[in-house]
């Protein structure tokens, strides 16, 4: 199943990939982090409920693996003793379909200054689709005891680590019995392999990193992956307790057997843990037009819609405001369109337009009352920033959500 390509192969890979999306960043590798990323949504992706494969943005590290679906396994470990091929998962379970915002934590590292390492997204790393294949609760159905209730479910890439920083994630098992699903199809059609073929976990409304492509393994622990977890030579902890955690600059983060919320921002709030981990998605939103890549003209009643997305991971979209004038002000808009949990809601709020130039932005509040930050703050304030309605610069650069970032401007003619 493995590919031992060297790196300069992958070349080709990021072409291929090319050639079908296209939209913002077109593409950024981090050759220190050794990252294939493609950053295919543009502003106009947000002014759309589904996103299309083509402006679908890529993130991984390891070579895709050269993956056969008909030879394909993912085996049950810790204690479940088990092993389906994707005939058995289709066969034996129902299949359903989940809207999904796949949104990489890193998204808007590239808004931080000064700058974090890494990819340099802007907006670019979210997108919406309809993800396809079986319930986990209908595959654990029965093999679970009550002892099992903070137990947490860990998940394994088949992707190449050249021995190295195995793909582990663990989510808790109570998230996995609500909504997570192995999917096989992506809007319909087969995973495209880039986005995991032929099998992936969708983790409804949490970060990109939580969604493992390319699943061999599912296992039972009694704590979130430590290195030893596995039954398997290389590291195991990389991806789940020192890549996507929140910290200041110079730190490295202690590992963790369990925490007390997996909501990021109540994380974020509350003193521990030290230093948070990537989970649930922070609340955010773009607005996809106008884009601001020509100049609108107003019609004769002056009157021009504001369309965008706004998204909350695990909780819902409360209230969604506008402003065309850099902040100073704020409309609230309308949410309109599909609702489903873990998945964006569009929004969209009419502009009376005078012609000149503009600065429009939105800023969204959860259904705990949470909303977005206006800026991301320097690299001393840390957990501080948030009383100053500011997101605190953290070195890895995740769960950006600040307002004015995001911000378009905006070149309104006279007609
Ligand atoms: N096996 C594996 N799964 C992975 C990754 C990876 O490197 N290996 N990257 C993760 C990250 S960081 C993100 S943001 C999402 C991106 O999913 P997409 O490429 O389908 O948009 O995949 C996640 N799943
Ligand atoms: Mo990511």
């Not at 593409?27 to 502003?43: F, L, M, N, P, Q």
């Not at 092993?83 to 034996?92: A, G, Q, W």
């Not at 989970?279 to 009643?301: K, R």
């Not at 949990?341 to 949470?370: E, I, K, M, Y």
Request: charged share 25%; hydrophobic share 35%.
């Amino acid at each position: 199943m493995s590919t031992e390509q060297p790196r300069e192969s992958r070349r080709d890979e990021i072409d291929t990939i090319l050639e079908r999306k296209d939209g913002g960043v077109r593409e950024t590798r981090d050759e220190a982090d050794k990252y294939t990323v493609v950053g295919a949504a543009d502003r106009r992706t947000y002014a759309n409920w589904l996103t299309p494969v083509e402006e679908h943005f890529v993130c991984h590290r390891n070579d895709i693996p050269d993956a056969d679906a008909d030879s394909w396994t993912v085996s049950l470990t810790g204690g479940l003793d088990d092993e389906y091929s994707l005939s058995d998962l289709n066969d034996e379970f129902p299949t359903v379909a989940v809207a999904h915002t796949m949104e990489c934590a890193g998204n808007g590292r590239g808004q931080h200054r000064p700058e974090t390492g890494s990819v340099q997204w802007g907006f670019e790393a979210a997108g919406t689709a309809i993800w396809t294949g079986t319930p986990l609760s209908s595959i654990l159905r029965g093999r679970l005891d009550d002892a099992d209730g903070d137990a947490w479910l860990t998940a394994v890439g088949g992707d190449p680590s050249d021995g190295d920083d195995v793909f582990a994630r663990s989510i808790p098992l109570s998230k996995a019995l609500e909504d997570c699903i192995l999917a096989t199809e992506m809007n319909g059609r087969p995973l495209p392999r880039e986005h995991g073929f032929p099998v992936r976990l969708i983790v409804p409304g949490w970060y990109g990193v939580n969604c493992v492509k390319w699943v061999e393994e599912l296992r039972l622990m009694d704590t979130m992956v430590v290195d030893g977890s596995l039954d398997r030579p290389g590291d195991h902890a990389y991806w789940q307790q020192e890549a996507y955690r929140m910290h200041p600059a110079g730190v490295d983060p202690e590992p963790n057997e369990t925490v007390e919320t997996v909501d990021t921002w109540a994380q974020l709030e509350a003193d521990e843990p030290d230093h948070p981990y990537t989970f649930d998605q922070t609340v955010m939103s773009v607005i996809g037009a106008p884009d601001g890549d020509s100049a609108v003209s107003a019609p004769e009643d002056g009157t021009i819609e504001i369309t965008g997305v706004a998204w909350a991971g695990d909780d819902g979209v409360e209230r969604v405001e506008a402003s065309t004038n850099g902040g100073d002000t704020w409309a609230d808009a309308e949410l309109f369109g599909p609702d489903y949990a873990g998945a964006w809601r569009l929004f969209r709020s009419d502009w009376d337009a005078r012609p000149g130039t503009h600065v429009l932005c939105s800023r969204a509040t959860d259904d705990q009352g949470r909303r977005q930050p206006m800026r991301i703050s320097n690299p001393d304030a840390w957990r501080g920033a948030l009383e100053a309605d500011e997101f605190p610069w953290n070195e890895g650069g995740y769960a950006a959500n600040a307002v004015l970032p995001n911000a378009v401007e905006i070149d309104v003619e006279s007609t």
